[in-house]
Each structure stands twice: as structure tokens, then as C-alpha cells.
Antibody, heavy 117, light 111 residues
Framework: QVTLKESGPVLVKPTETLTLTCTVSGFSLSNARMGVSWIRQPPGKALEWLAHIFSNDEKSYSTSLKSRLTISKDTSKSQVVLTMTNMDPVDTATYYC?????????WGQGTLVTVSS | QTVVTQEPSLTVSPGGTVTLTCASSTGAVTSGYYPNWFQQKPGQAPRALIYSTSNKHSWTPARFSGSLLGGKAALTLSGVQPEDEAEYYCLLYYGGAQGWVFGGGTKLTVL
């Protein structure tokens, strides 16, 4: 079955760079027209789309965060990595990865990242 | 900055019908925005309900349907159940340069 699992630090300091990994199973990152997206949700707030990457390596970023984000994939490891630079306390959120197949069909459980000194 | 607007909250009686909408600040929502709808309950990850305007996932209950209505994307729940009480989010696609934008969510209360 399709699963996605986010991993990364629970706590980062302001100005640090966050690196999150999404490890997928049940499908291949090389499958045609399939992608993985990152989404975040600050506590008690709405979902916010961050970035996506497709099997053909097409990438797209949130316009408001584009300068801070980089998304990449390692097909052999079935992993998608998101880096976000210059972290701030307002970036405290649960970060989710989701498969883009039939829409955003499968989601990971999310990982809470707190930004604090 | 593109804004996607949803009703902040709606209340519906059990067995009733309710329509949630999703509007774009850029104008009318069309199928080209590939509207997606998600349900999220407290403490859980979002669950996909609808993609590409009106397509259901295998797990989507039959009482949920998606459409375009008056220039907006719409999610209609017919025969609402108590377990449908949740936050609902829409998601629209604005192309490669801008990507996707979520709506602010609708808190649906079943009362």
C-alpha cells in the first residue's frame, strides 16, 4: 500500500536551515505524472502549500516562500527532501508530505517542527 | 498574492445537505484549477475527498460530491452524518509559476 513518512528535527533554532525528508513506499518516484508535495500547518491554522516535485523533475514553489525553499528527490532511496532556510518562530508547524497522483491522494502523518532558541 | 476564500464556518443538521464553496481572487474557478477537497479532523492529517473538481477517491463516501457552482468550486454533502463534523479545505492550482494555494478552511458543525 502507499505510505509516506516525514522525518526531520523536532526543534530548530532561528536562522537555522530545516531539512525534512519524505520517505515513500508503495509507488516509485519515477512513475510517470506522479509527484510529491510538501504542505505545512501552523498550530490551529490553515494548511499552506509549500512545494512539489514530479517524476520528470519539474518543481514548483510557493511564491511567498520561494526564496527559502529547495525541493529535491532521490528516486533510488524513494525520498523527497525539502530544505527551508532562515527558519523563524512563525515557521513552527506540522509539516506534511503528500503524493500527487489522483490529486493529493495520500498523505503522511506529519511532523511537528518547533522553531525556538 | 492570490487568495482562495472559503466560508469560515457552516452549521448543518444531521441528515441535511450543505454546500461549501471555494473562490479565487483571480476570478472564476474552472476545471483548469483542478480543485481538490480535503477533510481534516482534530489531531489528524488531512484526508483527500475530491480531485479535479468532481472525482472521488475509492474511500470517499457517496454523500460527498464536487462541482463548479457560480464561478466557484463547491463541495456538497448530502445526508450529513455526525462524523462529517470537521474542517474542510479546498486547493486550487495556478500553474507552474505559482503552484497550488489552499483555502482558509471551513469548519463544519453538525448540530
Amino acid at each position: 500500500q502507499v505510505t509516506l513518512k516525514e522525518s526531520g528535527p523536532v526543534l530548530v533554532k532561528p536562522t537555522e536551515t530545516l531539512t525534512l525528508t519524505c520517505t515513500v513506499s508503495g509507488f516509485s518516484l519515477s512513475n510517470a505524472r506522479m509527484g510529491v508535495s510538501w504542505i505545512r500547518q501552523p498550530p490551529g491554522k490553515a494548511l499552506e502549500w509549500l512545494a512539489h516535485i514530479f517524476s520528470n523533475d519539474e518543481k514548483s514553489y510557493s511564491t511567498s516562500l520561494k526564496s527559502r525553499l529547495t525541493i529535491s528527490k532521490d528516486t533510488s532511496k524513494s525520498q523527497v527532501v525539502l530544505t527551508m532556510t532562515n527558519m523563524d518562530p512563525v515557521d513552527t508547524a506540522t509539516y506534511y508530505c503528500a503524493r500527487i497522483g489522483s490529486g493529493f491522494d495520500y498523505w503522511g502523518q506529519g511532523t511537528l517542527v518547533t522553531v525556538s532558541s | 498574492q492570490t487568495v482562495v476564500t472559503q466560508e469560515p464556518s457552516l452549521t448543518v443538521s444531521p441528515g441535511g445537505t450543505v454546500t461549501l464553496t471555494c473562490a479565487s481572487s483571480t476570478g472564476a474557478v474552472t476545471s483548469g484549477y483542478y480543485p481538490n477537497w480535503f477533510q481534516q479532523k482534530p489531531g489528524q492529517a488531512p484526508r483527500a475527498l475530491i480531485y479535479s473538481t468532481s472525482n472521488k477517491h475509492s474511500w470517499t463516501p457517496a454523500r460527498f460530491s464536487g462541482s463548479l457552482l457560480g464561478g466557484k468550486a463547491a463541495l456538497t454533502l448530502s445526508g450529513v452524518q455526525p462524523e462529517d463534523e470537521a474542517e474542510y479545505y479546498c486547493l486550487l492550482y495556478y500553474g507552474g509559476a505559482q503552484g497550488w494555494v489552499f483555502g482558509g478552511g471551513t469548519k463544519l458543525t453538525v448540530l
